[in-house]
């Protein structure tokens, strides 16, 4: 069993930052990807950027350039790193852990973008 806890979510003016962290227990495996995705209120989730074991990233168009994902693998934790925030952004952030034993999401965590 694999357990996820984000962090660091909350309310942003336009234009400001905020940083993300996610810690997975449990049994995690060497080779994994972790990532984000969003929900916003009447659309679907959506993958916001993944990073892979070797470091190997993927991003939204929406978020490039913008946002930044890393990890430390050491510490099973992937960050999020949110620039240039738009209210669009506004959304439930959930992070993802995919393993070849499953499939596991933490709780969501609220990011709120708005003066």
């Known amino acids: 069993q694999v357990q996820l806890v984000e962090s660091g979510g909350g309310l942003v003016q336009p234009g400001g930052s905020l940083r993300l962290s996610c810690t997975a227990s449990g049994s995690i495996f060497t080779f994994n990807t972790m990532g984000w995705y969003r929900q916003a209120p009447g659309k679907q989730r959506e993958l916001v950027a993944r990073i892979r074991s070797d470091g190997t990233t993927n991003y939204a168009d929406s978020v490039k350039g913008r946002f930044t994902i890393s990890r430390d693998n050491a510490k099973n934790t992937v960050y999020l790193q949110m620039n240039s925030l738009k209210p669009d952004d506004t959304a439930v952030y959930y992070c993802?852990?995919?393993?070849?034993?499953?499939?596991?999401w933490g709780q969501g965590i609220q990011v709120a973008v708005s003066s």
């Open positions: 993802n852990l995919n393993q070849w034993a499953g499939d596991y």
